[in-house]
Antibody, heavy 122, light 109 residues
Framework: VQLVESGGGLVKPGGSLRLSCAASGFTFSSYNMNWVRQTPGRGLEWVASISRSTNYIYYADSLKGRFTISRDNVKNLLYLQMNSLRVEDTAVYYC????????????????WGQGTLVTVSS | EIVLTQSPATLSLSPGERATLSCRASQSLNTYLAWYQQKPGQAPRLLIYDASNRATGVPARFTGSGSGTDFTLTISSLEPEDFGVYYCQQRSNSPPECTFGGGTKVEIK
């Protein structure tokens, strides 16, 4: 099982960035997927989740309207479109799989990708 | 939002010693709590799920316990590879919002 994030980098405040996560080693379309970010100041913070069939999508309240999670079950890819980026969005963003395949979201996460660093700075 | 409070923030111990980490929830979680281990430069790794079940490949020296609002992760005898940061985590059922504790750093004394 492998999750490999890409797309991170340096972006100016107000800019946009799209993160990708390539999944392999499991049946991607059977699992709900998530994005979690980590900063030194705020620790681990759940960002968004998407069900395996894309029927259900949820975001952290603080991010609604700026971030969009999506997936491509043919290409085995998870995405996070980030708009109107702020300095406080600077973080390592992890692609994370639900621990078990289910129609509803599992209570824990396993495994995690290695993360991609997003830096928002002028 | 359910808040998870971990204590202590830092635990300074020697190899071979016992480590006891605490996670307290602002609302009852039944047993729906997980623990993760994170080493420097690495992603978190699932250690314990459903409060007391070890994930695949996790050594028996790691034990999770608790229910309701109080949970404990015990490392019976610290090995050099156990030093790192440990996080607890919960997820609500609907909406499936997730929160993490602030972490406990287990460092070499």
């Amino acid at each position: 099982v492998q999750l490999v994030e890409s797309g991170g980098g340096l972006v100016k405040p107000g800019g946009s960035l799209r993160l990708s996560c390539a999944a392999s080693g499991f049946t991607f379309s059977s699992y709900n997927m998530n994005w979690v970010r980590q900063t030194p100041g705020r620790g681990l913070e759940w960002v968004a989740s998407i069900s395996r069939s894309t029927n259900y999508i949820y975001y952290a309240d603080s991010l609604k309207g700026r971030f969009t999670i999506s997936r491509d079950n043919v290409k085995n890819l998870l995405y996070l479109q980030m708009n109107s980026l702020r300095v406080e969005d600077t973080a390592v963003y992890y692609c994370v799989r639900d621990a078990y395949a289910s129609s509803w979201f599992s209570n824990w996460f396993d495994p995690w990708g290695q993360g991609t660093l997003v830096t928002v700075s002028s | 939002e359910i808040v998870l409070t971990q204590s202590p923030a830092t635990l300074s111990l020697s190899p071979g010693e016992r480590a006891t980490l605490s996670c307290r929830a602002s609302q009852s979680l039944n047993t729906y709590l997980a623990w993760y281990q994170q080493k420097p430069g690495q992603a978190p790794r699932l250690l314990i799920y459903d409060a007391s079940n070890r994930a695949t490949g996790v050594p028996a020296r790691f034990t999770g316990s608790g229910s309701g609002t109080d949970f404990t992760l015990t490392i019976s005898s610290l090995e050099p590879e156990d030093f790192g940061v440990y996080y607890c985590q919960q997820r609500s059922n609907s909406p499936p919002e997730c929160t993490f504790g602030g972490g406990t750093k287990v460092e070499i004394k």
